[in-house]
T-cell receptor, first 114, second 112 residues
Framework: GEEVAQTPKHLVRGEGQKAKLYCAPI?????VFWYQQVLKNEFKFLIS????????ETGMPKERFSAKCLPNSPCSLEIQATKLEDSAVYFC????????????FGAGTRLSVL | ELKVEQNPLFLSMQEGKNYTIYCNYS?????LYWYRQDPGKSLESLFV?????AVKQEGRLMASLDTKARLSTLHITAAVHDLSATYFC????????????FGKGTRLHILP
């Protein structure tokens, strides 16, 4: 597609429940990035992929967060046993390659943990 | 570790005035981005700055980059209400990881 498609737009979970977010990058883009934006506007990098391979996962809280980008499927970000502080908007971005390229952002998924 | 600082974090200004948002970063980088975010919306790419001295302009917005000073500016000329939004600068790391680090954003409120 011509835009980064994120689903769902809004996800509500009780504490301890699982949450799974999806991202379809722009067709032909090799790189996918996940960011978390919390209430104070701050963006936190979580993880990036080059095609289906993890490129950089230094931002991921590995105990509960996991992500995948499998061929012919949307990428996914999964949070096991959600906590209140996981409430945020999760943005996915894609870019065609590394050098000097803009990252195109999806509309985001707002996760509310109650 | 790359850190990105924006200032001011909040700016309220009158229509027709000029103002500048500053973005400082702590380590060498070869790419700097400016994004706009409207409330509840995603990020819209405004500019990509790739080299020292780069200057780009779009309408009433102009961005520049000084890599020696590790400073970028976003200048607003004769502000109009439609420019009210939050503006983020983001700097790419130069390691293989290629992630971008965001500033905290400047919430710009333009009074009619």
């Amino acid at each position: 597609g011509e835009e980064v498609a994120q689903t769902p737009k809004h996800l509500v979970r009780g504490e301890g429940q699982k949450a799974k977010l999806y991202c379809a990058p722009i067709k032909g883009h090799s790189y996918v990035f996940w960011y978390q934006q919390v209430l104070k506007n701050e963006f936190k990098f979580l993880i990036s992929f080059q095609n289906e391979n993890v490129f950089d996962e230094t931002g991921m809280p590995k105990e509960r967060f996991s992500a995948k980008c499998l061929p012919n499927s949307p990428c996914s970000l999964e949070i096991q046993a959600t906590k209140l502080e996981d409430s945020a908007v999760y943005f996915c971005a894609s870019s065609p390659d590394r050098v000097g390229n803009i990252q195109y952002f999806g509309a985001g998924t707002r996760l509310s943990v109650l | 570790e790359l850190k990105v600082e924006q200032n001011p974090l909040f700016l309220s200004m009158q229509e027709g005035k000029n103002y500048t948002i500053y973005c400082n970063y702590s380590t060498t980088s070869d790419r700097l981005y400016w994004y706009r975010q409207d409330p509840g919306k995603s990020l819209e790419s405004l500019f990509v700055l790739l080299s020292n001295g780069a200057v780009k302009q779009e309408g009433r917005l102009m961005a520049s980059l000084d890599t020696k000073a590790r400073l970028s500016t976003l200048h607003i000329t004769a502000a109009v209400h439609d420019l009210s939004a939050t503006y983020f600068c983001a700097v790419a790391t130069m390691n293989r990881d290629d992630k971008i680090i965001f500033g905290k954003g400047t919430r710009l409120h333009i009074l009619p």
